[in-house]
T-cell receptor, first 116, second 110 residues
Framework: DVKVTQSSRYLVKRTGEKVFLECVQD?????MFWYRQDPGLGLRLIYF???????EKGDIPEGYSVSREKKERFSLILESASTNQTSMYLC???????????????FGPGTRLTVT | DAKTTQPNSMESNEEEPVHLPCNHS???????IHWYRQLPSQGPEYVIH???SNVNNRMASLAIAEDRKSSTLILHRATLRDAAVYYC???????????FGAGTTVTVRA
């Protein structure tokens, strides 16, 4: 069974803290993604990675960085957490199809981060 | 990026079909049409996708208009478990990314 797991379901951090969100997939997928989801704004792509050590900015990368040292693991880092980064964070993975690179993404359950 | 337009919400009765429309009048020839859904308190899950021809899988059917400017996701017999937000998304064939809009909130009445 396909599995994407995220390190925490709920997380509370203080302003200015460095925050690590971890995502692991067990499907040997090449692509991994980090999104955030906010009411009224839908899901927005923060970063994605199409291979180990490779990364590309999504639509809202400011204030975030990522790390992918192993194929199965993709980390999202908030260098100095701020209250406007309070959100639901969702990780996803996929293996690109022959012609469709956005082919079938599998999502984790999400991490609800609160920054106080 | 090509955009999609979906109704904000739809209601259905249990065991009846649900037809979810999506307009994408600016779709380009190589854009794929994806549908995902998000159940309460869960991450989105893939439902179906297609390019030009209608597609069927165990979850749903996707009917694509001949001019590809619109598509319809069909849930053949709605159950209470199908209550979710359904997203219609376009992606270029060479693009890894999916851009999620607001989606359609589907309510299923028992």
């Amino acid at each position: 069974d396909v599995k994407v797991t995220q390190s925490s379901r709920y997380l509370v951090k203080r302003t200015g803290e460095k925050v690590f969100l971890e995502c692991v997939q067990d499907m040997d997928h090449e692509n991994m993604f980090w999104y955030r989801q906010d009411p009224g704004l839908g899901l927005r792509l923060i970063y994605f990675s199409y291979d180990v050590k490779m990364k590309e900015k999504g639509d809202i990368p400011e204030g975030y960085s990522v790390s992918r040292e192993k194929k199965e693991r993709f980390s999202l880092i908030l260098e100095s957490a701020s209250t406007n980064q309070t959100s639901m964070y969702l990780c996803a993975s996929s293996s690109p199809g022959s012609y469709d690179r956005a082919y079938e993404q599998y999502f984790g359950p999400g991490t609800r981060l609160t920054v106080t | 990026d090509a955009k999609t337009t979906q109704p904000n919400s739809m209601e259905s009765n249990e065991e009846e079909p649900v037809h979810l429309p999506c307009n994408h009048s600016t779709i380009s020839g190589t854009d794929y049409i994806h549908w995902y859904r998000q159940l309460p308190s869960q991450g989105p899950e893939y439902v179906i996708h297609g390019l030009t021809s209608n597609v069927n899988n165990r979850m749903a059917s996707l009917a694509i208009a001949e001019d590809r400017k619109s598509s319809t996701l069909i849930l053949h017999r709605a159950t209470l478990r199908d209550a979710a937000v359904y997203y219609c998304i376009l992606s270029a064939s060479n693009d890894y990314k999916l851009s999620f809009g607001a989606g359609t909130t589907v309510t299923v009445r028992a």
